[in-house]
């Protein structure tokens, strides 16, 4: 059974940071593509951040800069280090795993208040 679960989610006001992490269970992690993805009511989810089996990395225009995404495959996890956190960034993450299927975690709320 594919498990993704995500967590480090919180309230956290403008200007500061959080760290999430997504641990992957069920595959053969360090052959995936993983990423975070970000959902807010009524707007479709969108790319955030992924990096590839080999470590590339490739992020949405609007967090190049403030958010990096890294992975430990000893540990099954992926990670997105977000900093200098604004308002638009609040959403629910979602974590990704996939190589032609994609596999989701349930979610973590980041809130980031004005």
């Known amino acids: 059974q594919v498990q993704l679960v995500e967590s480090g989610g919180g309230l956290v006001q403008s200007g500061g940071s959080l760290r999430l992490s997504c641990v992957v269970s069920?595959?053969?992690?360090?052959?995936?593509?993983v990423g975070w993805y970000r959902q807010t009511p009524g707007k479709q989810r969108e790319l955030v951040a992924t990096?590839?089996?080999?470590?590339?990395?490739n992020y949405a225009d609007s967090v190049k800069g403030r958010f990096t995404i890294s992975r430990d495959n000893a540990k099954n996890t992926v990670y997105l280090q977000m900093n200098s956190l604004k308002p638009e960034d609040t959403a629910v993450y979602y974590c990704n795993a996939r190589i032609n299927y994609a596999y989701w975690g349930q979610g973590t709320q980041v809130t980031v208040s004005s």
């Open positions: 069920g595959i053969r992690f360090s052959m995936y593509t």
């Open positions: 990096i590839t089996s080999g470590s590339s990395t």
